[in-house]
């Protein structure tokens, strides 16, 4: 199965990716994550895209569409994948199907998980991540904890930039400008599958699962 996943920051479009990825058995290929490692990592292409995403930001097409390329010819790719954060803009989904043709890839379902606005402001601000292994809880999953339950990190949980509001109602702007107009591009294409993501994450999940079997 091949999935593209649109959704506003903080509707937990990482976190079904990461399900159905392990569900389904296909790669779940975040560029989001791709982009913190190389951040992380200070490659040539991590210096340029750190400053970029933490002033909420959108990265440059030519960088997003080679990460792509390169991903998508891996082996791993062949059998399905799961698209999270890309495409962006209507330029990198011009540049998708144009790889996708190259691929002989004519087959694969865009998934839309929808949120309230204001709610989505609330879950971002109130998100902490691990400094040690990256991983992301609410604050009320982490009350009063001084470890994270994840890798036992000490004092590691932080706010990260791009989960603070002002970041956030940036991230939601420009998520209504650049993305909101590929969803319809598609949308005006194929069917597009849309799930409500405000619920528990085995409901969500379940509802994205039943919507594509049907
Ligand atoms: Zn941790």
């Known amino acids: 199965m091949r999935l593209i996943l649109f959704g506003g920051p903080g509707v937990g479009k990482g976190t079904q990716a990461k399900i159905l990825s392990t569900k389904l058995n296909i790669p779940h290929i975040s560029t989001g994550d791709i982009l913190r490692q190389a951040v992380k990592d200070q490659s040539e292409m991590g210096k340029k895209a750190g400053e970029i995403i933490n002033r909420g930001d959108l990265v440059p097409d030519d960088i997003m569409i080679s990460i792509i390329k390169e991903r998508l010819s891996k082996p791993d790719s062949q059998n399905g994948f799961i698209l999270d954060g890309f495409p962006r803009t209507e330029i990198q989904a011009a540049a998708l199907n144009k790889l996708l043709e190259e691929l002989n890839i004519n087959q694969f379902t865009v998934v839309y998980i929808f949120a309230d606005e204001e709610e989505l402001i609330k879950r971002l601000n109130y998100r902490r991540a691990c400094k040690e292994c990256g991983k992301i809880f609410s604050l009320q999953k982490i009350d009063g904890l001084d470890k994270c339950p994840n890798c036992g990190a000490e004092n590691s949980f932080y706010l990260r930039d791009d989960d603070k509001e002002d970041v956030?109602?940036?991230?939601?702007?420009?998520?209504?400008?650049?993305?909101?107009?590929?969803?319809?591009y598609y949308k005006e294409r194929r069917e597009v599958v849309s799930v409500n993501g405000i619920g528990n994450i085995e409901d969500v999940n379940g509802l994205i699962l039943t919507e594509l079997e049907s």
């Not at 991230?171 to 969803?183: D, E």
């Open 168 to 184: 956030i109602r940036n991230r939601l702007k420009v998520f209504k400008s650049s993305t909101i107009p590929v969803l319809n």
